[in-house]
């Protein structure tokens, strides 16, 4: 974990900033349609399993690998980058859950505050509502209470 934010400014090579850019859109792919919340434990492999498919399939990027592959520094700071793709993919989807899932559910409004809301969504959760839209909390939870 590094104290300070890697940014595409502190990659020097354009062609290393380059993959970068592309990586770490390949990542957000990745997130997105194949594993939504793959373990920080294996950041490394992850990426640098992308980065490796990336270079068989662009030309001109096999030199960029190679040239990264000298620079511990710059592979760790690339790793870094790519890996935040997938930080940032979790963040807009638990944003975008937060506006939606209460009105999907009823959950909105001043009577499901504290632990009512949490009694509710520990409902929802263990009847495996959460996957069924159009329910509304309200009225499914009264026949609990």
Do not use: M
Request: net charge positive.
């Amino acid at each position: 974990s590094k104290l300070s934010k890697t940014s595409l400014a502190s990659f020097k090579s354009a062609n290393v900033c380059h993959l970068a850019k592309l990586r770490h859109l390949h990542l957000c792919q990745h997130v997105t349609t194949v594993e939504a919340f793959p373990f920080p434990v294996d950041k490394d492999e992850l990426c640098w399993k992308l980065i490796q498919e990336s270079a068989v399939k662009e030309p001109g990027l096999e030199q960029v690998l190679a040239e990264v592959e000298k620079e511990q520094n710059t592979k760790e700071r690339l790793l870094d980058y790519i890996w935040g793709a997938a930080t940032q993919v979790r963040g807009e989807l638990v944003t975008k859950a937060r506006l939606a899932v209460p009105t999907t559910y009823g959950l909105q409004g001043e009577s499901l505050k504290g632990n009512a809301l949490f009694d509710v969504l520990k409902w929802l959760i263990q009847q495996g509502k959460l996957i069924h839209s159009g329910i509304d909390a309200k009225v499914s939870c009264q026949l609990l209470f």
